[in-house]
């Protein structure tokens, strides 16, 4: 019989892979890549020693399984939307041959996982120190709450930087060291706005909602109308904050993920010429679509009104502009498609409001957006006790975002919420938005009708995964999957398997019962 050669790790001697290390990826590879070839991986790197590690595996797998092309078309097909059998066509090769290649991508989904592992390893260089960031991920292992992959609208995965950020030797918010930290962040957060000096950014302690309050009650004079437009839960929320206010108030309320139609808009405007403000949500999370807040925002240039926007799920994940949008007050939070932790609202506020609103009296007191302006121009501090550490973990968060670009993080949201999209609707799912004007930081999903969404929930939960429940009146019909955060695309996958695997178990004990 012949003998095959068995692999053996040779002894480091000057090489970058130690057999320390080679035992580690085999162990974290076990189960996405055989014994075999990676044994074949490890010894073209061990023979080629000037060459990286990567680079090896990449040319082996992609010599292996030739991915690239499909890897390409799919990719392409996030943005023009193509079905497996397009792709098959194209690509000139059978079903089977297809369902075999993909089925490897999406098993492996092989260049990014292996990075990861890589990364996990220690092999590659880290953006922080690696020192660091072995003590934060050895720190969690050892707390009770297992990981958990949110795919939840916030608050999201963050990033080991991010986590390692959020545990600082302790400061004052009244010293200096605060304020350096402070004025770091003003400038940052400028950009993330795509704001220029025209604009000021504050930031108020508390959830997305504080941030809502401060800008609706700080800016409206008590003689004028604030113009609220609502199509979903959060558009609501404004509304609901302006009556609680006594704001004088005209509402144009839409079912839940219908559309404004600008023409009303306009005449809304023209009708009533005491409206002062217009407030909208640019990403209507509870529905998951993108309201037309460029439009709005030209009209509210056309006609000088104010106006204020919550892009609290929309900024970092989302293409806004306040300067191209023309908006005056952006609202936004640190625990959505900013990737920071909870407890922090940026408020983006044009230069030309605090002349506008100067003599609007304050309806609350911790809420009131010129005191935090005062203090932030005045002295680089907030007015009361500040979330100190949630500072630092937003100010490394954006730091992050702004050094790998704003526009990948977009196409990171786009490819995320396209794989997703064409999964689920393979398996059988529907969506309750259709329009062009669907986000991509969030899915509304329908439940099957076989589904019982408390089983699925939990199955789901044990797997690993965090969806999230609509809120009423949605709530019978559909749940949500988001796609905020530092989420890669091999977890969602491993999502979609989840999903897969309770669907066919929850229809299989469907039967059961019936029989
Ligand atoms: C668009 C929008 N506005 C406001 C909020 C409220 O934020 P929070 O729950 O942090 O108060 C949310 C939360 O999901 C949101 O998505």
């Known amino acids: 019989m012949h003998n095959k050669p068995r692999f053996t790790v040779p002894r480091p001697v000057t090489y970058k892979l130690s057999v320390k290390n080679a035992g580690k990826i085999l162990k974290k590879y076990r189960g996405f890549l055989s014994k075999k070839d990676l044994g074949k991986i490890l010894s073209l790197s061990l ?19 030739s991915i690239d092309k499909i890897e390409t078309l799919l990719e ?16 000139g090769i059978s079903r089977s041959r297809f369902y075999f290649r993909l089925n490897y991508i999406k098993r492996f989904v092989i260049k990014k996982k292996f990075e990861w592992i890589l990364k996990k390893g220690g092999l590659t260089k880290l953006p922080h120190d690696a020192t660091d960031m072995r003590r934060i991920t050895g720190l969690l292992k050892n707390k009770p709450l297992e990981r958990k992959i949110l795919l939840n609208p916030g608050p999201v995965l963050t990033s080991l930087g991010v986590k390692n950020a959020l545990v600082q030797n302790d400061i004052c918010h009244r010293d200096e060291d605060f304020e350096i930290l402070m004025k770091r962040l003003k400038r940052n957060s400028l950009r993330i706005f795509d704001a220029d000096e025209n604009y000021s950014v504050v930031f108020i302690s508390g959830s997305g909602t504080a941030g809502m309050e401060a800008a609706i009650s700080s800016t409206i004079p008590s003689d004028k109308k604030i113009l609220v437009l609502a199509n979903g839960a959060f558009g609501e929320r404004l509304y609901e904050i302006a009556k609680l206010h006594k704001l004088k108030t005209v509402l144009m309320r839409k079912e839940w993920g219908e559309l404004f139609d600008i023409t ?4 809304a405007l023209k009708a009533d010429k005491d409206i002062f403000a217009i407030a909208m949500n640019h990403h209507e999370t509870s529905v998951g679509i993108l309201n037309p ?8 240039r056309k006609y000088d009104k104010m106006f204020i926007v919550d892009g609290i799920s929309s900024v970092g994940g989302e293409p806004l502009s306040v300067r191209n949008d023309n908006i005056d007050v952006c609202i936004t939070s640190a625990n959505k498609c900013l990737h920071g932790f909870s407890g922090m609202n ?13 003599n609007v009296e304050p309806r609350s007191f911790y809420l009131d957006l010129k005191k935090y302006q005062k203090y932030s121009t005045q002295l680089n501090q907030t007015p009361y006790t500040p979330a100190v550490a949630v500072f630092f973990a937003l100010d ?7 050094e790998k670009g704003m526009k990948k993080r977009w196409l990171r949201y786009i490819e995320l919420n396209s794989i997703l999209k064409y999964e689920l609707s393979r398996l059988g799912f529907q969506f309750f938005t259709n329009y062009d004007c669907q986000s991509h930081a969030i899915l509304t999903v329908k439940i099957p009708e076989y589904v ?6 939990s199955e789901i939960k044990k797997a690993g995964f965090i969806i999230y429940p609509c809120k009423p009146p949605l709530a019978e019909k559909y749940f949500q999957i988001a796609n905020m955060g530092e989420l890669r695309r091999g977890m969602i996958y491993d999502f979609i398997f989840t999903v897969e695997k309770t669907l066919d178990k929850m229809r299989k004990e469907k039967a059961r019962r019936r029989k």
């Open 452 to 457: 019982d969404f408390k089983q699925f929930y």
């Open 293 to 300: 807040i460029n439009k709005v925002g030209r009209l509210a």
């Open 264 to 267: 009303e808009v306009e005449d």
């Open 346 to 358: 940026l408020i983006c506020v044009n230069n030309r409001v605090w002349k506008l609103i100067e």
């Open 396 to 402: 490394q968060a954006i730091r992050e975002l702004l």
């Open 76 to 91: 392409s097909a996030n943005k023009s939307y193509y079905t497996h059998k397009d792709i098959m066509k194209k690509l």
């Open 47 to 65: 023979a080629n020693p000037g060459k990286d590690l990567e680079t090896v595996t990449e040319k082996f797998l992609e010599k292996k399984y």
